[in-house]
């Protein structure tokens, strides 16, 4: 069944025009099924008005949560783009999160060794960063024209160091399809600029003029710096974090921790009362 014709502005060239549907991440990459995912910030605080059974953390309640078929993806880019950027990276990711579902699979999610993996490590970072295009608002392009440059020419190196990507394994909890939050971390006065996608096997973080105070995500901006077929073998050992809240980035929780966050809440509302 053909997709319905949807018209717009590009995110990547800003052309205006008939737009195609992206699959973030692209369908290759796990993205081919049918997708639970909650839809709105609501139904996350439905589960302070739950009765919590801890005798049974296997039955701690989630929310109700909505089926996506046929992949994860926008309206966002037009033709040209999307047929530019799959053609130049996209297979590239692909093989990179095939290699990376097998070693987390194998090791039962907790690797502990540091499993080589080998790929094209400027196009991975430019397939994470239109990804980001896809998620991120409208005006990208002229927000950010560094970027686009860089991504539409595929032999296009080096970016910024206003510019951060950095990478987590990611197996549990949410998808995470965030654009453009401001976040005040703990109890520090700084405020990270901050965008986050998470589905399984990774997740992602793109920051702008700032860095997250997790010290456990692992910066990978040093792959622009490689050429366009510079194909590498890296050895890493990426921390993985849970996602248990899909709209609040740089949260890396443990469902326990959620729930018992949840808990100190309600008591502490009560307590006000």
């Given at each position: ?6 018209f ?6 800003g ?13 290759a ?26 005798s ?7 929310t ?27 297979k590239d990711?692909?093989?990179?999160s ?44 002229k ?32 998808m995470?399809y ?26 992602f ?12 995500l ?7 710096g ?16 849970p ?15 959620v729930?018992?966050?949840i808990?100190s ?9």
């Amino acid at each position: 069944m053909s997709r319905k014709k949807i018209f717009g502005q590009c995110k990547l060239c800003g052309m205006s025009g008939q737009l195609s549907f992206e699959h973030v991440p692209p369908k290759a990459a796990f993205n081919n099924g049918k997708f639970h995912y909650q839809s709105t910030l609501d139904e996350i605080h439905k589960l302070e008005e739950t009765e919590l059974d801890f005798s049974h953390p296997s039955k701690y309640p989630t929310t109700r949560l909505r089926k996506k078929q046929g992949g994860v993806g926008y309206y966002s880019l037009c033709e040209k783009c999307n047929n530019d950027t799959g053609r130049w990276y996209a297979k590239d990711f692909i093989d990179w999160s095939v290699q990376t579902m097998t070693i987390l699979l194998k090791t039962n999610g907790k690797p502990t060794l540091y499993y080589p993996t080998r790929f094209y490590p400027l196009r991975i970072i430019k397939q994470v960063l239109t990804m980001f295009y896809s998620v991120c608002m409208e005006g990208m392009d002229k927000k950010e024209p560094e970027l686009q440059k860089f991504l539409l020419n595929k032999q296009e190196r080096f970016l910024s160091k206003r510019y951060r990507v950095y990478c987590y394994y990611n197996l549990k909890g949410s998808m995470r399809y965030l654009a453009d939050n401001f976040i005040s971390e703990g109890n520090s006065s700084l405020i990270t600029h901050a965008s986050e996608l998470s589905f399984a096997p990774f997740g992602f973080v793109f920051t702008i003029n700032s860095a997250p105070s997790d010290k456990r995500l692992f910066d990978i901006s040093h792959f622009a710096g490689f050429e366009y077929n510079h194909w590498n073998e890296f050895y890493h050992r990426f921390q993985v974090l849970p996602t248990y809240l899909p709209h609040s980035p740089l949260d890396y929780r443990t469902k326990d921790e959620v729930v018992s966050a949840i808990m100190s809440n309600r008591n502490a509302k009560i307590e006000d009362q």
